[in-house]
C-alpha cells in the first residue's frame, strides 16, 4: 500500500510495528520521521513496562473476608417489622399500650367462647329464627311472583283454554299441526336439486 505523503503513522500501524507486521513503506517513514519515532518508542515503553509486571493473586481466604463485609439488605417486609417492633417497644407507654392491646384481643376472643359455650340454647333459637323468616321471605315472594303472573292480560285467555279440555284438545292439534307443516315445507325446500351455476366465461 502506497503510504500518502505528509501522514503519520496511526494506531494502528504503531501496533503492526510493535508486532513486527508493519509495512515496508510505513517502516521507512518511521525511519525518517522523529516524532512517529517518538511515539512508537513511548508505546513500546508502556508495552514492556506492562509486560513486566507481576502477576498478583488474592490471598487466601479473600472471598470470604469479602463477603463476610458485605452487608445484605433486609427485604422490605422484615424491615417494617423490625422498625414496628422498635416503636412499640421504644418506651414503657408503647409497651403498655400494646400489652393492652392484646389482652383486649386475647380477653374478647375468650369471652365469645365463652358465651357461645354457655348460650348454646340461645343460638339455637336465634338459628330457628332466621329460618323462619327465611321461609317467610321466600313464601312472599313467591306469592308477590304469582300475583304479577295472574295480573297479566293473557292470563285470562290461557287459564279459560285449560278450564276448558276440548279447547285445550283442539289448540293442541292446531299447534301439532302447525309444526309438522313446517317441518314438511323444510324438508322439500332442503330436497330441491340444486341448478349448476354456468361459469361466466362460458
Not at 38 to 57: H, Q
Not at 109 to 119: D, E, K, P, R, V
Not at 160 to 176: E, H, R, T, V, W
Request: charged share 15%; glycine share 8%.
Amino acid at each position: 500500500m502506497t503510504r500518502p505523503p505528509g501522514t503519520h503513522l496511526s494506531p494502528e500501524e504503531i501496533d503492526s510495528w510493535l508486532s513486527g507486521t508493519l509495512a515496508q513503506d510505513w517502516q521507512q517513514h518511521l525511519d525518517q520521521c522523529q516524532a512517529c519515532l517518538e511515539r512508537a518508542r513511548t508505546e513500546r515503553e508502556i508495552v514492556d513496562g506492562i509486560a513486566a509486571l507481576p502477576l498478583i493473586s488474592p490471598a487466601a481466604g479473600f472471598s470470604d473476608r469479602v463477603m463476610a463485609a458485605v452487608a445484605i439488605p433486609d427485604p422490605f417486609a422484615i424491615r417494617s417489622l423490625q422498625a414496628t417492633q422498635r416503636r412499640l417497644f421504644a418506651t414503657r407507654k408503647s409497651m403498655a399500650l400494646a400489652a393492652s392491646l392484646t389482652l383486649l384481643l386475647l380477653g374478647s376472643m375468650a369471652g365469645s367462647i365463652a358465651w357461645s359455650l354457655t348460650h348454646q340454647e340461645t343460638l339455637a333459637n336465634i338459628g330457628t329464627w332466621l329460618q323462619s323468616q327465611g321461609g317467610q321471605v321466600a313464601w312472599l315472594s313467591l306469592r308477590g311472583l304469582a300475583s304479577n303472573l295472574i295480573e297479566q292480560p293473557w292470563y285470562g285467555g290461557i287459564r279459560s283454554l285449560l278450564d276448558n279440555p276440548m279447547q285445550l284438545a283442539l289448540g293442541s292439534a292446531l299447534a301439532s299441526s302447525v309444526y309438522l307443516g313446517g317441518l314438511l315445507i323444510l324438508r322439500r325446500l332442503l330436497a330441491l336439486p340444486t341448478q349448476q351455476v354456468a361459469h361466466a366465461g362460458m
